[in-house]
């Protein structure tokens, strides 16, 4: 009597490369997309900044009289003064969005999912900017057109097409954008919302307006490519004696902002979670 023996049926062994849930720069960087989108908070930042952009925008000129203090003001800083609070804004949102994840334990659950650290970090930082990019530079422009559409018969009447009008339009996106990056990685590094907001305000904000009481030409030259210094001279149509050049002010941000990316990128890798 012969006894039948069944033989499993061969399966193709798995290679790991060929696994339906292999990390890659995609998914990280979609699932960044995803929690920045998902939370609350992130949008009512986001809006706010907007929100006071163009409503200071309008208000300015709703109000502007020809012949005013302000006729000297360069034309794209009189419509874009609300830059200053939007700002305040996404700081704090680019710092919610590293500190904010240590603060509620979430960065384990990322930096379980991605050991191998470093992509999360340049993920959130690429999500970021360019979610904010986008934002800023589209409300900046709305700004713009409905402000002018004010000042049509005074002596701030301006249009894109002016010399230096859509590029400093552009600047002050990019350096709210690059300014907010710096928090980004302020947070990452300092791991606290408190003390990476502290730290901004303090040493962004404040520093350079201690320094630049220094009596020393030096000094004041080096100020002149601080953050806020160049974010400011990048949204300026024509820039005032003494300012960084744009290019030099553009560098200068980036720089700033590489700086504090790869200190935490550095930090994030010799330190846990």
Request: proline fraction near 5%; aromatic fraction near 6%; charged fraction near 10%.
């Amino acid at each position: 009597m012969t006894t039948a023996v069944s033989h499993p049926a061969h399966r193709p062994e798995r290679h790991p490369e060929q696994s339906p849930y292999q990390i890659t720069a995609t998914r990280v960087l979609r699932s960044e997309w995803h929690k920045l989108r998902s939370l609350r908070s992130s949008w009512i930042t986001l809006i706010s900044a907007s929100a006071l952009i163009l409503g200071i925008g309008v208000v300015m000129g709703a109000t502007y009289t020809s012949g005013g203090g302000d006729s000297d003001v360069d034309t794209v800083v009189l419509v874009l003064y609300g830059s200053v609070l939007g700002t305040l804004c996404t700081v704090v949102l680019g710092i919610l969005v590293t500190a904010g994840e240590y603060s509620t334990g979430l960065i384990r659950a990322s930096l379980t999912a991605v050991p191998r650290r470093l992509p999360v970090l340049w993920a959130k930082a690429a999500v970021f900017t360019a979610t904010v990019f986008v934002v800023m530079f589209t409300t900046a422009l709305l700004t713009f057109v409905i402000a002018q559409t004010l000042l049509h018969d005074t002596d701030q009447a301006a249009s894109l097409g002016d010399p230096g009008v859509f590029r400093a339009v552009l600047g002050n996106s990019a350096g709210i954008t690059l300014l907010s990056l710096i928090a980004l990685g302020l947070g990452a590094l300092i791991r606290s919302v408190p003390g990476a907001i502290g730290a901004f305000i303090g040493g962004v904000m404040i520093l350079p307006e201690v320094l630049s009481m220094l009596p020393y030409d030096t000094v004041r030259t080096a100020v002149t490519y601080f953050p806020t210094q160049a974010a400011g001279a990048l949204g300026s149509a024509t820039p005032l004696p003494g300012e960084a050049s744009v290019g030099g002010a553009l560098l200068a941000l980036c720089l700033w902002a590489g700086t504090a990316l790869c200190a935490a990128a550095l930090l994030l890798r010799r330190r846990d979670a």
